[in-house]
């Protein structure tokens, strides 16, 4: 439509040799260098990329200086294909599920694996300093290619990942010699009963960051004190909940210069092996020694008794996760009051509507907020409400991000955010029951979410939830102009609500949809959209296979997977050709993948 | 339960009203019963000297169970409220009628909280007591341990400290893998586990029996031992066809020759 420069077009450019045009100057050496030397100060990805279309010169440039590479979709683009086109990459970046994926709405086979990659990369770029890893699995097998291919490799970050165990982080510890950064965060590791902080080399390491908080084995102690000890650059530590509360402390005082921290269970720990546990270190002293400290988490376990011990660091504190913190409103307030200079601030929605209004007064800096639930049912009495969203959107001016989870809500609670956090860019709300209409009026949040759009006017990702009618969509499509992603839970009455969307976001790039009345009408209103979109999740909605099957047809370049999902006892109550729970599409420059599993069919 | 007697009886009657120091001795025998889980409460002490049936761990209970007892998964919350089915797919339909949202209904990934939290915070409203008692209190911390089933797309977790006994966990896998299994296992669903030929029939079926993986990396089947021994045991859990489980079942039968 108003794009003047079709992303295919440009993926697709680099395909086969590029004769130069007939006419067009002799490639000039000495500018391809100017140039080459320019361009390896761009780094932002959007703008190489534009700079990459002005000419062949240029795209050839481009595509030689672009040490980041960024794969928004592992299935988009090969392997073989983003090698050959960028021969110098030194660090990668690959996404490879969708988010939905998370919530179990996906089988756990359908893919996105590491191993093309790493293959391709073992072979294309010895020198790889860096990987990151987003919805991807990986096994053991590929981390030890990896380790194996790449001496120079220094940073490894693996975020929802899985398919892995010790035996592959045992791998990477010993292998890799200028290792800084291990960094797993909501990944899933295997216990394969393997010593992987025994497997670290002797001697000091460059370590910078280790993180490993979500691994769910028990780790030697001994050996991570032994390596904390060696690695004096370590700056970011973050422990799993296997480890105590003493066991801190004897880290704490060996690495006081830590900038961020994850605390590991923040409690005793349950073999009572130290007679003395009764005689309490001076916890307090080992935090106000960690003078630099900025980032707190992990508390997996807190024993609120310990908790006056972090005091001495609040002040200092930017970022304080307390999501697995199962804290009352009295105890939390007490942490709280402390922490003037917080901007990011994730909770457990125990510390109440009084918590919120603790952090409305103390943290007036606030950027990012996510109150999670202690209880994800739909059925009960929250915790937080319409009172803790109005407090924070009085209290924290500056708000740019919210994620916020519960049970009832209401417009007017919204519509105040909306008017006191004109910088909000993420705005996520999750009214845990599903259809429910604003909890006063009773009326549709119709009017909630159409003054975020309306009055946020940075807006680039936006959840909606609670009882919807096609009007919401309206106004999204009317003035959501920059939203990137939209997330749509049991919202919306027709087609319409679908079509205001495709219709009037132009910058829409990841739009996910479950359960909600959208059919192929919809569907076929947004074709023009796919192509500049990175993927469309729509699952339990009203599309037909035929409506897949015509997209799929019409749209050579769009793959679009149909996904079955079995779960025990779903009756499948549709007509005969439905036989799918989930549509999932993406735009891709590469044949049908082969590597996907039987319950997914890809047209 | 008719199992449960006989085997019973074999022993010599030991039976419910047997003393503590019966009770003991049967809990760490090694036999080819289900000794129970050492509860106290009223209704397992037939079982808790008494042996069952092999099958009654093997017997995944397949039919659609509208349910008593929690959820039995990782995606809730245990929650106290009534009846609940899984569905997917009537939500578009409710959206007809704002003013009565299905609430008991529950459905798959709602609300959008992950797996890892969502299991993180289960663990913690069980420790909602005081820091003395949370001290006090055994080893609370979970025992997720994967659960794979032969033929099955995905893989799941169950945390065994949640389960009291085989039972329970039969019960909690027979509802997560129901939609892949197939089967009956005979008419009255019992095997009798002295019965050799009965258990060789089993074995060559292709019904499903479950199996573990010990501490020391060996696969076992899964009710040789009492149910705490195993929950400390236990890494991971296999559901695989009866006839691939044929090579451990000889130990089994072994163990309980020995004993008769």
């Known amino acids: 439509m108003g794009d ?77 294909r983003a090698t050959a086109r960028f021969p110098r990459v030194e660090s990668i970046y690959i996404k490879g599920r969708p988010r939905f994926a998370d919530f179990n709405l996906m089988p756990r086979n359908w893919g996105a694996h590491f191993r093309p990659w790493v293959s391709a990369m073992s072979r294309a770029y010895p020198w790889l300093e860096k990987v990151y890893l987003k919805r991807m699995s990986l096994t053991n097998d590929d981390l030890a290619l990896l380790a194996d291919s790449f001496r120079q490799f220094k940073e490894l970050e693996l975020v929802f990942c899985e398919g892995f165990g010790t035996k592959g982080l045992s791998e990477i510890a010993s292998k890799c010699r200028q290792l800084r950064v291990l960094d797993l965060s909501d ?21 910078e960051s280790l993180t490993f908080d979500c691994v769910e084995c028990e780790i030697n102690f001994e050996a991570l004190e032994g390596l904390v000890a060696r690695s004096p650059s370590l700056k970011k530590l973050r422990l799993n909940r296997y480890v105590s ?92 009051v402390h922490c003037h200079k917080l901007q990011n601030l994730w909770l457990l929605d125990t510390v109440c509507d009084e918590g919120l209004q603790a952090v409305a007064a103390s943290c007036k800096d606030l950027r990012e907020l996510r109150v ?55 705005f996520r709300l999750c009214i845990m029951g599903r259809h429910q209409p604003d909890h006063v009026t009773r009326k549709p949040m119709d009017e909630g979410f159409g003054a975020i759009v309306k009055n946020c006017r940075k807006l680039t990702r936006l959840a909606v939830s609670g009882l919807l009618t096609d ?13 990137r992603t939209l997330s749509v839970a049991f919202a919306g009455d027709s087609d319409m609500g679908l079509r205001y969307v495709l219709e009037g976001c132009p910058r829409l790039q990841k739009l996910e949809i479950r359960d909600s009345p959208f059919g192929d009408e919809a569907l076929w209103a947004g074709a023009h959209r796919y192509y500049n979109m990175r993927f469309l999740w729509m699952s339990s909605c009203r599309v037909s296979r035929l409506g897949c099957q015509e997209i799929a047809r019409s749209m ?32 891709s420059l590469e044949q049908t993948r082969n590597d996907a599993p039987e319950s997914v069919t890809i047209l | 339960m008719e199992v449960s007697r006989k085997m019973v009886n074999l022993l010599g009657g030991g039976g419910g009203g047997g003393g503590v120091g019966d009770l003991n001795l049967k809990e760490t025998e090694l036999c080819l019963g289900l000794p129970g889980g050492g509860s106290s409460e009223v209704a397992e002490t037939l079982r808790a000297t008494g042996k069952r049936g092999f099958s009654e761990t093997v017997d995944l209970k397949l039919n659609l169970q509208t349910e008593e007892s929690a959820p039995l998964d990782l995606k809730e919350v245990p929650v106290k409220n009534g009846p609940k089915e899984k569905n997917l797919l009537s939500a578009a339909d409710s959206a007809k009628d704002p003013a009565k949202p299905p609430a008991k209904a529950q459905v798959v990934g709602w609300p959008p909280v992950r797996s890892y939290r969502k299991n993180m915070m289960a663990q913690k409203s069980s420790k909602d007591e005081s820091p003395i008692d949370q001290k006090l209190s055994t080893a609370s911390a979970a025992a997720f341990v994967k659960v ?79 149910w705490e021994m195993f929950v400390e045991s236990c890494k991971r859990l296999r559901i695989m066809k009866g006839s691939e489980a044929i090579g451990l079942a000889p130990r089994a039968m072994e163990k309980c020759k020995s004993r008769s």
């Open chain 1, 4 to 80: 003047n420069h079709h992303p295919l077009a440009e993926m697709a450019e680099e395909d086969g040799d590029h004769q130069p045009l007939r006419g067009s100057d002799p490639p000039d050496q000495v500018l391809d260098t100017v140039l080459e030397t320019v361009l390896q100060f761009l780094t932002c990805r959007q703008d190489r990329n534009s700079a990459s279309l002005v000419c062949q010169s240029w795209h050839r440039a481009e595509a030689l200086t672009r040490s980041e590479l960024f794969i928004g979709n592992c299935y988009a683009v090969s392997p073989a």
């Open chain 1, 187 to 207: 990944t899933e590791v295997i216990d394969d009963a393997m010593d992987w902080i025994s497997s670290f080399p002797e001697g000091e390491t460059p370590l």
């Open chain 1, 245 to 336: 509360i003493r066991q801190l402390y004897q880290l704490l005082i060996k690495a006081p210069q830590l900038t961020h921290l994850g605390t590991g269970s923040f409690s005793q720990s349950e073999n009572i092996q130290h007679l003395d546990d009764n005689q309490d270190l001076d916890y307090h002293s080992a935090f106000a020694a960690c003078k630099s400290l900025v980032c707190l988490s992990g508390f997996k376990e807190v024993m609120p008794e310990y908790l006056p011990s972090i005091y001495p660091v609040c002040a200092n504190l930017t970022s304080l996760n307390f999501s697995y913190t199962n804290i009352n409103p009295q105890q939390f307030r007490s942490v709280i």
């Open chain 1, 372 to 426: 999670f639930p202690v209880h994800p049912d739909e059925d009960i009495e929250g915790p937080v409400s319409e009172v803790g969203l109005q407090a924070i959107s009085e209290g924290c001016r500056k708000l740019q991000s919210i994620l916020y989870f519960c049970q009832r809500m209401t417009n007017e609670a919204v519509i105040a955010m909306s008017r006191n956090c004109p910088d909000l860019v993420v």
């Open chain 1, 471 to 483: 009007k919401a969509f309206s106004y999204i499509g009317q003035y959501g102009k920059l939203v």
């Open chain 1, 556 to 587: 050579p370049h769009l793959v679009v997977e149909l996904l079955r999902y079995e779960e025990e006892d779903a009756p499948f109550v549709e007509e005969d050709n439905n036989n799918f729970s989930v549509l999932y599409m993406y735009r």
């Open chain 2, 148 to 226: 794979s089933m032969d033929g099955a797309p995905y893989l799941r977790k169950v945390d065994l400290k949640m389960y009291n006994s085989y039972d329970q966990l039969s019960d909690a896998l027979g509802k997560m893998f129901s939609s892949f299994t197939m089967g009956n296992y005979g008419a009255q669903g019992m095997i009798d586990f002295m019965n050799e030929s009965k258990l060789m029939d089993l074995l060559n079926s292709s019904e499903y029996v479950p199996t573990y993986e010990d501490k020391d990396g060996d696969w076992m089947l899964v009710g040789d031992v009492p």
